[in-house]
């Protein structure tokens, strides 16, 4: 799985982006900043998450709809199942499809408080093999939905949560984009076990450039996913130095993306963080150029 250099990567991949929708006017400059530095890559798409809690709500739909109507690049609307009966997310639904959107990244969803356990609204749906299925049934969207290389931490074992993914495959997604990890091992031995679970969708390595450990590691506990220990060492002493937190934090994520290239991977989901410069750079260290530019 290995290959000796960067140098002569032919950018023969598919990137998509995701963003979060902005709180404020000087969010929302610098999001769509980051949509412009971007777009001339050519994503496959790009797609906004939703709030705990139906929280961006609004602020999801309204980036959605100005990424496809303004910047022109194929936009996916992440949903949840948190606190909404089934008829509201069907509504919310509707409204995308009308509003243009084709493609819904659909999730579960978490509890408002975190660590606590998730418990479905009473008419909603119970988890994302659910929405599926409900998506489905208001229109043929395009479906993807999340998968996790480390294990769900409510799955009660890998199977199980294998088991899962197929529910939520065979309910009408075509593709799964990981949780973010940090060992290009660690996908391998997923895209195998996926495989052998009988999934022939897609399993899209999601990649997060962290450039603040801690942070990292908060979030990360309560997503099935582990931030190794060789990682505080790489950051140590750099609290003061932001720019040098850039510079390791694109190292360490290009070279994960190179050995996920090697091991044959050609689809790529950054969580941009709704910035462009990291997922820019290691875009462009596989090869990616702007559309029309060889590398
Ligand atoms: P599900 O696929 O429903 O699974 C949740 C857990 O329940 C798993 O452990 C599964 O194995 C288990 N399970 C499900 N059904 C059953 C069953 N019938 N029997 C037994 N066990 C079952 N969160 C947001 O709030 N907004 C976002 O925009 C967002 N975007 C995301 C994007 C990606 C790519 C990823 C990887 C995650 C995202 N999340 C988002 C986080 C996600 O909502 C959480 O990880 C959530 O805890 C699980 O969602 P899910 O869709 O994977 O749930």
Request: hydrophobic share 25%.
């Given at each position: 799985h290995d290959t000796p250099l960067f140098s002569g990567l032919p950018g023969d991949i598919a990137v998509s982006f995701e963003f979060f929708p902005p709180k404020s006017e000087t969010m929302e400059a610098k999001l769509w900043d980051a949509v412009q530095e971007l777009k001339p890559l050519d994503p496959s798409f790009v797609s906004v998450t939703y709030g705990a809690g139906g929280s961006t709500r609004e602020r999801t739909h309204k980036t959605v709809a100005r990424i496809i109507s303004e910047a022109q690049i194929p936009a996916a609307a992440h949903l949840t199942c948190?606190?909404?009966?089934k008829a509201d997310t069907q509504a919310i639904a509707e409204q995308y499809w009308e509003a243009g959107v084709r493609h819904i990244v659909a999730l579960r969803g978490d509890a408002g408080e975190p660590g606590a356990a998730f418990t479905p609204h009473p008419?909603?749906?119970?988890?994302a093999a659910e929405l599926v299925a409900g998506l489905k049934e208001v229109a043929d969207f395009e479906i993807s939905v999340a998968a996790y290389p480390e294990t769900h931490?409510?799955?009660?074992?890998p199977q199980a949560d294998l088991d899962n993914l197929k529910r939520k495959i065979d309910a009408g997604a075509s593709r799964a984009i990981t949780q973010f990890f940090f060992s290009a091992e660690t996908f391998f031995d997923f895209r195998e076990a996926v495989a052998a679970h009988g999934i022939d969708a897609p399993v899209v390595p999601g990649i997060l450039p962290v450039t603040n450990v801690a942070q990292a590691r908060k979030f990360a506990g309560q997503c099935g996913a582990l931030i190794p220990e060789w990682m505080d060492g790489l950051f140590?002493?750099?609290?003061?130095?932001p720019a040098s937190r850039q510079l390791v934090a694109a190292t360490v994520a290009a070279e994960l993306c190179r050995r996920l290239y090697a091991g044959g991977v050609r689809d790529f989901h950054f969580y941009t963080l709704n910035r462009a410069d990291l997922a820019y750079a290691i875009c462009h260290m596989l090869g990616r150029r702007p559309k029309g530019i060889a590398a």
């Open positions: 948190v606190d909404a009966s008419q909603g749906y119970a988890n931490p409510d799955a009660d074992c140590e002493g750099l609290d003061e130095r």
